[in-house]
């Protein structure tokens, strides 16, 4: 006869796996509410001059440091269980988060965090603004991925790639040039990557697009000369 102390036991595991879920399902549930927050507020730079986004900006920048208060908290009880088991639960909204963090970075923002001339953020130097690990490999803990922050950039390339767009119709015809110039040199980036993740590899390959579709943006304002002076060589 079976022991049915063995499901017993098995069902105590079940229970505990799912207490931990739903710990950490409340803690990216409150991250992502704070994230459309983030988003939606940074959003307002397609409509808002350039030499207007301080305030945008600012408002970002409170926005993502209440959701970097909700990484610390799902740190602490991440921490306490495998990585790879659970992160699935929090991965779309940690590459969310970071690349809200690029795009206000690429706007003017968070530039106190900035250690390098690049225009955006080095994995490590967002890393170090979340006061989280990244790119662990011989530690079972809470930390960003590679692949979680070249998606991110991805995202920022595309939310960029329709500024381009919407500068031009704000009558800033500086701005496209600027993101023009910024993506291309990202693109070349990830031309040097031999990316193995599959997602990840589908994603990069849009960056191309978005590329072609500033570059048109760009090419239409060349024909209808307003391209500002000195901007063609930039």
Not at 82 to 89: A, E, Q, R
Request: proline content about 3%.
């Amino acid at each position: 006869m079976i022991d049915q102390r063995i499901f017993e036991d098995l069902q105590t595991k079940i229970d505990e796996e799912t207490t931990v879920r739903d710990e950490l399902h409340e803690i990216v549930q409150t991250l992502a509410r704070k994230g459309r927050s983030t988003t939606a507020i940074l959003a307002r730079a397609h409509s808002t001059p350039s030499d207007q986004i301080k305030p945008v900006l600012d408002d970002a920048a409170a926005e993502i440091n209440a959701q970097k208060q909700e990484v610390f908290r799902l740190k602490a009880v991440a921490d306490q269980h495998p990585f790879y088991k659970y992160n699935g639960l929090w991965t779309r909204e940690l590459q969310n988060l970071v690349a809200s963090i690029e795009l206000c970075a690429w706007l003017g923002g968070l530039q106190e965090h900035k250690t390098s001339s690049a225009s955006f953020m080095t994995i490590e130097e967002v890393g170090k603004f979340l006061d989280i690990p990244v790119n662990l490999k011989e530690q079972d803990a809470f930390h960003l991925t590679i692949e979680e922050y070249l998606l991110a950039l991805i995202a920022m390339v595309e939310e960029l790639s329709r500024l381009a767009v919407n500068s031009v119709t704000l009558g800033d015809y500086d701005r496209p040039l600027q993101i023009s110039n910024f993506i291309k040199d990202l693109f070349s980036g990830f031309q040097l990557l031999n990316l193995k993740n599959d997602i990840l590899r589908k994603r990069s390959d849009g960056v191309k697009y978005s590329v072609k579709k500033v570059e048109d943006v760009v090419y239409d304002l060349s024909l209808r000369n307003l391209i500002p002076k000195g901007g063609a060589a930039a």
